[in-house]
């Protein structure tokens, strides 16, 4: 009759689904070299959390430094609205002035700052003073420390497993950088920009 006949279509065609997949399964050990079933669901599954793993790794890429790309810029348009026009005080008058001439500042004497520098007193159009172009350049390195400051905090809660990472390091990054103090010397042409940078990045490629 026909609904034996159709009950006889239905069991054949699970009992070919399960050979079918038993044949998978055997054909799926016999190329990795494992022995049974059991083996392969482990592969699988190793598999399956390393294109996990995989694809986690491509999504922090592509967030990489999205953060801190905002944190250096909205840094630096504060930091330009602020800086000093001209010679601030402390060092800053003797650190230009060897950084025109490439000489040497008072002990360590700071070359690669005086290196640095020479560029934007030397090669910089008359729009603003040599000074002025200095200062700004200062504030550039200080926003680029402000924004790895924010790299370092977010590198840290990931490595710890924490969530919200996106603000906790903008806030990190906003707190260093307009901090009284550090505020100041980003805004003149002293060392300590150049050495936040350079300390920052150090950290960062510690974690």
Partial sequence: SAPSEAGSATAAALKFERRAEEFEVKRFAGLTGFQSAREVARAK????????????????ADDAWAVEY??????????????APSVAGGDSGELLAESCSLGTAHPPGYPLFTLLYHVPLTSMPHYFSPAMWA????????????????????????????????????????????SPLVWQYHCTSEV????????ALLVHRAL
Avoid: D
Wanted: charged letters at 15%; glycine letters at 10%.
């Fill in 45 to 60: 599954q190793r598999y399956e959390m390393e294109e996990a793993k995989r694809r986690e790794a491509h999504e922090r």
């Fill in 192 to 199: 300590f920009a150049l050495n936040n940078l350079l300390v």
């Fill in 135 to 178: 200062n700004l350049f200062t504030a550039t390195i200080g926003a680029g420390a402000s924004s790895v400051v924010c790299a370092i905090t977010r590198e840290a809660l990931r490595c710890g497993g924490q969530g919200g990472r996106s603000i906790t390091g903008a806030a990190a990054g906003y707190l260093f950088a307009f």
């Fill in 70 to 83: 905002y944190v250096f810029f909205s840094v630096f348009v504060l930091y330009s609205l602020t800086t």
